[in-house]
T-cell receptor, first 116, second 114 residues
Framework: AQSVTQLDSHVSVSEGTPVLLRCNYS??????LFWYVQHPNKGLQLLLK????ATLVKGINGFEAEFKKSETSFHLTKPSAHMSDAAEYFC??????????????WGAGTKLIIKP | EAQVTQNPRYLITVTGKKLTVTCSQN?????MSWYRQDPGLGLRQIYY???????DKGDVPEGYKVSRKEKRNFPLILESPSPNQTSLYFC?????????????FGQGTRLTVV
């Protein structure tokens, strides 16, 4: 069975400082992993995805994530936070198998707060 | 422009009054699904469809119905809505989810049942 744990429900950083949003996953197969972002009262936008190629994945808006199989983690980072990064971030896993009905499993979300 | 279109964006209704939320995609995707989003729970899958006339239950199907008569459309039906179905709903489509191709999401439908 697959599962996703986002370790922090809220993360608060000052503008210009690094961002770290933590995600651990569990999957029986080789998973695909995604980060989505949801700005207030907006839809869901894909930030980046890992699909068994390079373990360091670069996404939009300066975000990146590193797949660490030994730690079953897929943490999201950004070197310097911007006010426009304030949003809720979701870590998502899928093993892409018919056994799981190709289902995307979502973490509970992490709200990123940016202090001026 | 590739997109998933949901309607309506906002809906307030009364308990027991049947309603339908429409979803349409223009990317010729086989896989479509409905999710509900509740605070602290992320997104939970309600129903999904692998292709036309093929639908199946997700994690939280109780109180919902779907149909897939055409590839592009995947409406969500609440036959007798109840207050615990107050939520934010998202429709999504993809080629084969979780294998590289991303899921594309509609803008969401905020439903309030009073």
């Amino acid at each position: 069975a697959q599962s996703v744990t986002q370790l922090d429900s809220h993360v608060s950083v000052s503008e210009g400082t690094p961002v770290l949003l933590r995600c651990n996953y569990s999957s029986s197969y080789s998973p695909s992993l995604f980060w989505y972002v949801q700005h207030p009262n907006k839809g869901l936008q894909l930030l980046l995805k890992y699909t068994s190629a390079a373990t360091l994945v670069k996404g939009i808006n300066g975000f990146e994530a590193e797949f660490k199989k030994s730690e079953t983690s897929f943490h999201l980072t950004k070197p310097s936070a911007h006010m426009s990064d304030a949003a809720e971030y979701f870590c998502v896993v899928s093993d892409g198998s018919v056994d799981s009905n190709y289902q995307l499993i979502w973490g509970a979300g992490t709200k990123l707060i940016i202090k001026p | 422009e590739a997109q998933v279109t949901q309607n309506p964006r906002y809906l307030i209704t009364v308990t027991g009054k049947k309603l339908t939320v429409t979803c349409s995609q223009n990317m010729n995707h086989e896989y479509m699904s409905w999710y509900r989003q509740d605070p602290g729970l992320g997104l939970r899958q309600i129903y999904y469809s692998m292709n036309v006339e093929v639908t199946d239950k997700g994690d939280v199907p109780e109180g919902y119905k779907v149909s897939r008569k055409e590839k592009r459309n995947f409406p969500l039906i609440l036959e007798s809505p109840s207050p615990n179905q107050t939520s934010l709903y998202f429709c999504a489509s993809s080629k084969i989810p979780g294998q590289g191709p991303e899921a594309f999401f509609g803008q969401g439908t905020r439903l309030t049942v009073v």
